[in-house]
């Protein structure tokens, strides 16, 4: 998460990167961002905070191939799941089907071998996991766990 995603795109345009995701509370030009991560060959996505509305990222939605939900507030590991954000799946699958967009729906914060599931029975893509894994003695037992 940073102010000025352009910026490192360079270094992540060597790193075989397959999404940039960025938040769209930016105050900066998205489209123009957008079109300048297709052009290195990284398919774009925006990050919703969990207070943001998923109307945000519907201006971009046929332009960007990830919409990031945080179902934490930015900022610190190991936070609790957020539940409530959950609301914006639903409004994004209906949108994709609709409107036929192969977008990836992603969701970040609070998942654990609980959380998970519930996430992807809600129809999220893919689902980021970080203090579950990295705060255990044992990484294999613990993805073990999510699959």
């Known amino acids: ?6 910026k490192y795109l360079p270094a992540f345009s060597l790193l075989n990167t397959e999404y940039l995701i960025f938040h769209c509370e930016i105050k900066e030009d998205i489209n123009n961002i957008i079109e300048t991560i297709k052009n290195t060959g990284i398919k774009p996505g925006l990050a919703l905070n969990p207070e943001t509305a998923v109307e945000k990222v519907l201006p971009y ?10 179902s934490v507030n930015p900022g610190m590991s190991g936070q609790s799941f957020m539940p409530e954000v959950l609301a914006k799946v639903a409004v994004l699958n209906e949108i994709r089907t609709a409107q036929g967009l192969d977008f990836a729906i992603t969701i970040d914060g609070g998942i654990n071998n609980e959380t998970i599931a519930y996430c992807i029975d809600q129809g999220i893509d893919i689902c980021v996991v970080g203090s579950y894994i990295c ?11 999510l699959r």
């Open 61 to 70: 939605i046929n332009k960007i191939a990830n919409v990031l939900i945080l």
């Open 1 to 6: 998460m940073v102010e000025k995603p352009l």
């Open 135 to 145: 705060n255990s003695n044992n990484y294999d037992q613990k993805i073990a766990e």
